[in-house]
């Protein structure tokens, strides 16, 4: 694909909701990374994957945050049980190996509502 | 822990006018990334420009150019004969490359750049 790509665009969902964000990488692309980004504020880490592992999640805020990538390619973010302060902005990067200083391509991110 | 400030919120400047951006960051590491992103009203994020801390060169990037002061952990960039296009948040990011799984990039809170015609 010509980029990183997430859906949906704009997600309104009402507290206590659960949601799945996706995020479809650059083809090829080994590294899949997940970010929150409030309003304002820049990007804080979620997640990381390399190829279908999670190696880090670390910045998962809370265990009502859950995230897949079972092939390596497509991967999916949830949230169970959606709080007003969950909402943000979703950011999803993906980069081409597993070297620390390989550029991330971006997606144009979700962005998620609770009312 | 390592920290990325941006004491900017917002700039704003003439079309055709150089701007600089301040960065400063907090680690205890000898190597590590530094990087700076560009988000237009799109929000799409797109990297500007990125820094190895073990080189001693300033990186450029056509109108882009950072000045690297490791001492000062301090990593500023500079747009030159800034364009309208240029209008964006502009966030610092810092990552440290040690450990089994650490790519976390550590990001600043932004500098949100108003170029005016």
């Known amino acids: 694909g010509a980029g990183v790509s997430q859906s949906p665009r704009y997600k309104v969902a009402k507290r206590g909701q659960d949601v799945a964000l996706r995020c479809d990488p650059i083809s090829g692309h080994v590294s899949l990374f997940w970010y929150q980004q409030a309003l304002g504020q820049g990007p804080e880490f979620l997640t990381y994957?390399?190829?279908?592992?999670?190696?880090?999640k670390s910045g998962l805020p809370s265990d009502r945050f859950f995230a897949e990538r079972p092939e390596g390619s497509v991967s999916t973010l949830k949230i169970q049980r959606t709080q007003q302060e969950d909402s943000a902005v979703y950011l999803c990067?993906?980069?081409?190996?597993?070297?620390?200083?390989?550029?991330?391509?971006f997606g144009d991110g979700t962005r998620l509502s609770i009312l | 822990a390592q920290t990325v400030t941006q004491s900017q919120p917002e700039m704003s400047v003439q079309e055709a006018e150089t701007v600089t951006l301040s960065c400063t960051y907090d680690?205890?590491?000898?190597?590590?990334?530094l990087f700076w992103y560009k988000q237009p009203p799109s929000r799409q994020m797109i990297l500007v420009i990125r820094?190895?801390?073990?080189k001693q060169q300033n990186a450029t990037e056509n109108r882009f150019s950072v000045n690297f002061q490791k001492a000062a952990k301090s990593f500023s960039l500079k747009i030159s004969d800034s364009q309208l296009g240029d209008t964006a948040m502009y966030f610092c990011a810092f990552m440290n490359p040690r450990g089994n799984s650490n790519y976390q990039l550590i990001w600043g809170a932004g500098t949100k750049l108003i170029i005016k015609p």
């Open positions: 820094q190895e801390a073990y």
């Open positions: 994957f390399q190829n279908e592992a999670q190696l880090d």
């Open positions: 680690t205890s590491e000898s190597n590590y990334y």
């Open positions: 990067a993906s980069s081409e190996g597993q070297f620390r200083n390989q550029p991330q391509h």
